[in-house]
């Protein structure tokens, strides 16, 4: 069994900050060997960010009362010796809850009402309006405050079904899902639509969040849950009871919310909680593994998981077991063996993600870097063969030499017509795409399932213009992609023109590539298909439900337009600046060759000491190329090592005992 997943977490923690400090490092040699232009910064600036505000969100996910926030507490929070999440009987998280940090603020609870509900904002709109949430400091030096405090997300308040009904908590079509009604007929509903904790917990402060879910009627209420933060988070644990297995509402959140994409099932774990329910004098311990198996192949078929990412685990015990330094209960609570899974599981697969970025992005740093090294190197080569000509020449040979220098000087000046109109061309063609890509067009592209949704009364062929509007949608990232590829082919041209005139060494690099924003764009479509599905049509009658539905699908569109429009840009930069970096180098030759030339003419050693700096000039070179070979290997070596670590011991079966100590 590996390490835990705190102590990966805490390792990967050290990596980001130790990989963010040698970037900056790089960065400033760059600078200081005058190595840095436009696309070379703007590389560096986006992989320090990248790797230094990384988060890993898990997501917990279940109906009520299967142990979550006992879950919670047992892997991340046994260190305060209690509970801090609410986990007690009859007290559960009533609202989605997320965890983390944010410096700068203190620790607190901030608690946003259920009547927010009523109102077309979505939460990401709410969280920009701190005025309407409730705020509750914590006192990180007393656990019994926190956790007094932190009961708050478990308020409920008392409602008419009519009132439920508006706020999304019932629905006429599934009785079975509604909440029951007392005497009087009223039933309960949270009292908080959102719940943020921040406080500085070590993992936190490095990057964790954890979000916390309530049972089936708020995540299907709430669309930018399902939109948005699920969607996002790099982990899903789905917990279910070990004594009941997979229930129907159990099914319900799994096929509507979770279990649609395949290429997500290395991030989702599934937990059989309350093992210790099935302990018991009257099963021997052989009786009582069997019967976890049968339950662990029973739920693996169902859900459609590998046997190896269903994990049987006693929360409670395992908290209990850390609190009190028991390690054999510990290890008979199964908690260690989840702690592992999500281990090799979360950070895995976030390491290797980042391992990717972080490899493309060094590569071609060192690309980009070498390039400009290159310009250099064949410049002081020419040079060096302009001044081993002159050797033993008179001075009418050297005055030919300094005329023709600076015949060239004004032919290269004269260029700079010309590559101010490939500018002009080019910055012409982005800004077309920009605004293809830009939030006005996209309200257009959005224009009629808007109007389909805000139709009074039943939402009749709404499915069919869901469908419409991201064929539309996906129409725009594809232009966009052909008109990346275009610019390309221009550049192509261009570039080859500018090459053979004026002796530049440019190269087109390959065609911007937005196919991670197009299947983006597939997925969000296939994850809130059920929103305008049969199963919705009530909902849908909902003015606030609907509002709240576009809201989320716009912010989540919008965010991968940016994305695609941010890739192009990139893409620009490193093209385009191969131009400003020649040029500029283009220009330093010039003067090194006047002055060479000049120096040549006023004494007899000047030819001698300047074929002499030649040569210590690329003895230079040659060593910045080493460092630069140095730091770009340093850079990806770290995560490569890291990665190995976690990619040990990945069994298919989970070993047992999971029977009382």
């Known amino acids: 069994m590996g390490s835990s997943f705190n102590e990966q977490f805490d390792q990967h923690g050290a990596w980001r900050r130790a990989f ?9 040699w760059m600078g200081a060997q005058d190595l840095m232009d436009a696309a070379v910064q703007e590389r560096l600036q986006r992989l320090e960010e990248q790797v230094r505000s990384d988060k890993v969100t898990v997501a917990f996910v279940a109906e009520f009362s299967r142990g979550k926030s006992e879950l919670i507490n047992a892997i991340f929070f046994a260190g305060y010796g209690r509970r801090i999440m609410p986990a007690s009987a009859g007290r559960t998280t009533m609202c989605p809850t997320e965890l983390g940090y944010e410096s700068g603020t203190d620790p607190c609870l ?43 997300v478990s308020q409920v308040r008392r409602v008419t079904v009519d009132e439920a009904r508006s706020l999304g908590f019932w629905n006429d079509e599934a009785d079975d899902n509604n909440p029951m009604q007392d005497a009087r007929g009223m039933v309960e509903v949270p009292m908080w639509r959102h719940a943020i904790i921040n406080i500085p ?21 709430e669309p930018e849950l399902t939109i948005n933060l699920i969607p996002q988070a790099h982990a899903v644990v789905f917990i279910l009871g070990a004594d009941t297995g997979v229930t129907r509402s159990d099914l319900a959140i799994w096929r509507d919310h979770l279990g649609e994409s395949e290429d997500a099932v290395d991030a989702r774990l599934v937990v059989l909680n309350k093992i210790d329910t099935l302990w018991d004098t009257l099963n021997s311990p052989a009786q009582v593994r069997a019967q976890l198996e049968r339950q662990r192949q029973s739920v693996a078929e169902m859900l459609g998981m590998p046997l190896s990412q269903v994990v049987p685990v006693s929360a409670q015990k395992g908290l209990v077991a850390k609190i009190n330094g028991d390690d054999a209960l510990l290890e008979s609570s199964g908690l260690p063996l989840l702690e592992d899974a999500l281990a090799r599981g979360i950070m895995g697969r976030r390491q290797a993600i980042l391992l990717a970025t972080v490899s493309s992005g060094v590569a071609s740093l060192r690309n980009e870097v070498q390039r400009v090294i290159n310009i250099r190197r064949r410049d002081l080569d020419d040079q060096m063969l302009e001044l081993r ?72 062929g709404v499915r069919k213009v869901y469908d419409e509007t991201f064929a539309q949608v996906r129409a725009v990232l594809e232009n966009a992609q052909t008109s990346g590829i275009e ?33 983006e ?16 049509t009530l909902r849908l009658v909902s003015p606030e439900f609907t509002q709240r539905l576009l809201r989320a699908l716009g912010l989540r569109l919008r965010t991968v337009f940016e994305a695609a429009a941010n890739e192009l840009e990139l893409w ?37 000491e300047r074929i002499a700096e030649i040569e210590e000039a690329e003895r230079h070179l040659t060593e910045l190329e080493r460092r630069l070979a140095e730091f770009t290997a340093s ?27």
């Open 572 to 608: 620009s930069k490193t093209a385009t600046s191969q131009l400003d970096s020649q040029l500029r180098e283009r220009k330093r030759s010039f003067s090194r060759r006047l002055e060479a030339v000049s120096r040549i003419q006023q004494a007899a050693s000047g030819l001698v």
């Open 389 to 460: 000509s002159l050797r033993g020449k008179n001075m009418s040979v050297i005055e030919s030499m300094r005329t023709r220098i600076e015949h060239e000087q004004q032919e290269f000046e004269a260029s700079t017509a010309r590559i101010q109109a490939v500018r002009v061309v080019h910055l012409k063609m982005l800004r077309d795409v920009f605004r293809q890509l830009g939030p006005r067009a996209l309200k257009d592209q959005l224009a009629a399932l808007t109007d389909a949704l805000q139709t009074r009364g039943l939402k009749l």
């Open 20 to 28: 963010a400090q040698q970037l900056k490092r790089l960065g400033q």
């Open 487 to 519: 610019i390309q082919a221009m550049l192509g041209g261009t570039f080859r023109q500018l090459n053979a005139e004026f002796g530049f060494s440019l190269q087109v690099p390959p065609a911007p590539q937005l196919g991670a924003q197009i299947q």
């Open 110 to 152: 901030r608690l946003l009402p259920i009547d927010t509900r009523l109102q077309s904002p979505g939460l990401a709109e709410w969280r920009l309006k701190p005025d309407h949430w409730v705020k509750v400091a914590l006192d990180m030096d007393d656990p019994a405050q926190m956790a007094e405090a932190l009961e708050k």
């Open 201 to 221: 917990h070590p993992l936190l402060r490095q990057g964790l969040v954890i979000l916390d879910t309530p049972g089936l009627n708020a995540v299907g209420a």
């Open 521 to 536: 764009i597939k997925l969000i479509e296939q994850r809130h298909a059920q929103y305008v599905g049969v199963g919705s």
């Open 635 to 661: 850079l990806v070596q770290q995560p490569q090592e890291a990665d190995a670590a976690l990619a040990h011991d990945n069994p298919d079966t989970l070993p047992f005992p999971l029977t009382a100590a």
